[in-house]
């Protein structure tokens, strides 16, 4: 079977000339455009502005977005058009399109939409693009966990921009990416989406992707604002309680630093209630905090269906009306996916005056300035997108096959981002491997190609559902990309186990053949789906973090046999791995490292690749003790009063590779700085190696005595350092004493007198070098205007 042809019609015909309006008068500011243009709007013409559509919703039975099927009506498009329409929900992410034949296919949507309103305004087009843009035959790039990992914001920026590229070229206006939720609960089955458990290094590298993607004019969505992670035991849609200051401190600063840096115009609210407040009815944080405090001006869009959840899961409204003027009233200005709670009774609520009128006037306003900016309000706007536009005949038959949006340049991006992720927890000295004769490649993730994805990957969110459609790309397995790498060595493989059954009949068999082989290579972790349909990703959560299915048991027979074992894991969250920390040669941790992952870590296992990733999330020892993470207190560690030890195998920040790096004694500038000052701390990198390699160098602040309690320390700048063998470098932090701010008890943000410790690691839990400075003067208070950043300065290497 081959894809679905969307479009059949021939070539573009123009949308007939209209009669120049004042909103149409691009010499005119876009905001008295746009008032012009909500004067003339009937209220039904204006509630169409605020809702999108999903046409291309599956059918059989299989969701991809929470409640779905109950959700979606049955609309009427012709019916619903003349007023006009907001968006158009996923028109290539929803079932699997040649590329050429989705963007004929939007065209021709555009087309009819525009000719059916009266004010010929096109809808807005989004897609997922959270590992890619997640779309049949688009680069499927490494999930976001493996973009915390290469510490490497100028990279993932160059990733974001290329995303943001592809969809513009095919007529997508907006991308539902990037994830800013810090991981709090790492059973929670959408870790694999987040940047990791450290708010600073979720900031700083969201921050870079959306910057990406915005630079190519496409519209970047934060999400999910706020709590989402933080949901109780980790399920996912489940309440959150958190105090004041972990909101704060820890979940709110990735998305301050993005609407302040990034240029972000867009956000989405969260599923989650905060204390028994639903998100997508919180004006306090929709407006208060995101507008009025921090001066966001896009659009809130909301989460697929979170406002008919408000009276459908939260029980804080009765009719969807009253969702929606709850949701309204709060802030959010786009209901996604399809229109549920936006329809005619809202409609014939505001008329009936019992919706305030100037709700639905607050938002189209932003949604109408967003189009105008996008162009879309212009008369000469040009439906037709730019990979179609060098095309005189567009039709399905002379179409199909012409856009290719993977191409050499981004599978290249894909292999250097899956390259710098890869994480090298142990290594007993048996990598990188010389030229084993006879290789034993055991476990389920060795021989299965999808194991290289996330969920939002678009073969494993739609295309899975579609068995009788080619990937689209070329995604090889491990054990592909191991017979490239050796292909003198003689490699038997054999699964062991699946991912999840449980199954041990065939661990035996594996254990023999593993015997009499020079080296193991054991590929364990995870298989990416939706809503219990995988074992990490959407609605995929985990009772504790023990490895799937019998895993663990297969891991023990590997170890058993006393052949070096190099445990490989390709998963979409850390698991404990019992005895593996002590007895494996060597530990690969990869999350699901996209389309080139697996050549990735074949050249790590032979050594091509020296491996420069860091953990962006702790691995536990004990699969049991969780929530916990790295940004801890006291009483969160390992005490006398609990016989539970949350102590990490493997902490966050923690990364070996192939060449060996010495640090000097750091300097600080100075020992004490006013409360309003700046301290420059300084170490030197040196390799003594015989062969390049880069160094993760992180600065951690502590602040040992405080007036409320605050984690042992905390990430507050890190530098990615290439310094060749034989060579130095030095690597200097100025630090704004901005950056010592927390919440207090009473809720203020202030910079507070004392000690602090600035230390220089190479994990959270291996400080090398620390330097204490004094902070002086009163109590000094300090808002979103603060620093969020130290200056890095690197110098050039020199010989050692």
């Not at 209901?335 to 014939?348: H, M, N």
């Not at 981002?417 to 994480?423: C, D, L, S, T, Y």
């Not at 990735?600 to 691995?619: D, Y």
Request: glycine share 10%; with cysteine; proline share 6%.
């Amino acid at each position: 079977m081959t894809l679905r042809d969307t479009a059949t019609s021939s070539a573009f015909d123009e949308t007939p000339a209209r009669t120049l309006q004042a909103w149409q008068d691009i010499s005119r500011p876009v905001a008295e455009r746009v008032d012009a243009l909500i004067r003339a709007m009937t209220v039904g013409e204006k509630v169409a502005q605020l809702y999108g559509v999903w046409v291309g919703a599956s059918a059989d039975g299989e969701d991809v977005a929470p409640h779905q099927h109950e959700m979606s009506d049955d609309l009427d498009l012709d019916a619903l058009l003349p007023a006009g329409l907001g968006q158009l929900t996923r028109p290539f992410g929803t079932a699997p399109v040649d590329p050429a034949l989705g963007a004929l296919s939007l065209l021709r949507a555009q087309q009819r939409i525009v000719a059916a309103n009266r004010f010929g305004i096109p809808a807005v087009a989004h897609e997922e693009c959270l590992a890619g843009f997640a779309t049949w035959g688009a680069t499927a790039y490494p999930v976001p966990l493996t973009w915390g990992a290469t510490f490497d914001p100028d990279l993932i920026r160059e990733v974001g921009s290329r995303i943001g590229a592809d969809m513009r070229s095919v007529g997508i206006h907006q991308g539902l990416a990037p994830v800013l939720d810090v991981v709090r609960d790492a059973r929670w089955g959408r870790v694999e989406e987040t940047i990791g458990e450290d708010p600073y290094l979720v900031g700083t590298v969201a921050t870079a992707y959306i910057q990406g993607v915005e630079s190519q004019g496409v519209v970047a969505t934060l999400k999910h604002f706020v709590g989402y992670s933080a949901s109780k035991a980790g399920r996912n849609l489940a309440p959150v309680s958190v105090g004041t200051r972990e909101l704060a401190d820890v979940l709110l600063p990735p998305f301050e630093m993005a609407v302040r840096e990034s240029g972000v115009r867009s956000v989405m609210n969260s599923y989650t209630d905060i204390d028994g407040v639903p998100t997508a009815a919180d004006g306090r944080l929709l407006t208060d905090l995101l507008r009025e405090t921090w001066g966001f001006e896009g659009t809130v869009v909301a989460d697929y269906f979170s406002i008919a959840f408000l009276r459908d899961l939260h029980g804080v409204a009765e009719e969807w009306t009253h969702a929606a003027a709850a949701a309204l009233s709060a802030g959010i200005d786009v209901e996604l996916p399809t229109v549920k709670t936006f329809g005619d009774d809202l409609v014939r609520a505001v008329e009936a005056g019992e919706v305030d009128a100037a709700l639905v006037d607050r938002a189209l306003r932003r949604v109408l300035r967003q189009k105008g900016e996008l162009g879309m309000l212009d008369p000469d706007w040009n439906a037709v997108p730019e990979a179609l536009r060098d095309h005189a005949e567009l039709t399905a038959v002379s179409m199909r096959g012409r856009i290719d949006l993977d191409p050499p340049a981004n599978r290249d991006l894909a292999r250097r981002v899956a390259e710098e992720g890869i994480v090298l927890l142990r290594n007993d000295g048996v990598l990188p491997l010389a030229r084993p004769v006879r290789i034993a490649l055991v476990g389920p993730t060795a021989d299965d190609p999808y194991a290289m994805l996330g969920c939002y990957s678009f073969p494993a969110h739609v295309g899975v559902r579609h068995p009788e459609v080619p990937m689209g790309i070329s995604l090889p397995s491990l054990r592909d990309a191991l017979g490239a790498e050796f292909p003198d060595a003689e490699m038997v493989h054999r699964i062991g186990t699946s991912i999840d059954g449980g199954e041990t009949d065939a661990i035996e068999e594996a254990a023999l053949a593993a015997a009499s082989a020079d080296v193991v290579i054991l590929a364990l972790g995870d298989r990416a789906g939706l809503f219990g349909r995988g074992t990490s990703g959407e609605g995929c959560d985990a009772a504790d973090l023990t490895l799937p299915g019998a895993q663990q048991a297969l891991l023990d027979a590997m170890l058993a046999t006393g052949v070096p074992t190099v445990v490989t894991l390709l998963a979409g969250r850390p698991y404990a791995l019992g005895r593996a920390v002590e007895e494996a040669a060597a530990i690969v941790q990869t999350f699901f490292p996209g389309e080139e992952g697996a050549g990735a870590i074949a050249g790590v296992l032979s050594g091509r690749v020296n491996p420069s990733g860091r953990l962006p999330v702790s691995v536990p020892l004990d699969p049991g003790a969780q929530p916990s993470t790295y940004l801890a207190s006291t009483l969160a560690r390992r005490n006398a009063v609990s016989n539970i030890d949350p102590t990490p195998a493997f902490a966050f920040g923690h990364g070996l590779g192939y060449a060996p790096f010495v640090w000097s004694p750091a300097t600080a500038s100075a020992t004490s700085i006013p409360a309003d000052g700046t301290v420059t701390v300084s170490i030197g990198v040196e390799n003594n190696g015989v062969r390049d390699g880069v160094e993760v160098v992180q600065l951690y602040l502590s602040d040992p005595v405080a007036s409320v309690v605050r984690p042992t320390q905390r990430l507050i700048a890190f530098a990615r350092v290439p310094v060749a063998a034989g060579e130095r470098s030095r690597v200097s932090f100025q630090v704004p004493a901005d950056l010592a701010s927390f919440t207090d008890a009473s809720g203020r943000r202030i910079v507070e007198p004392g000690m602090v410790g600035l230390g220089f690691g190479r994990s959270s839990a291996e400080i090398v070098e620390t330097c204490a400075v004094q902070i002086e003067g009163p109590v000094r208070l300090v808002d979103h205007t603060r620093a969020l950043h130290a200056t890095v300065i690197v110098d050039a290497a020199e010989e050692a």
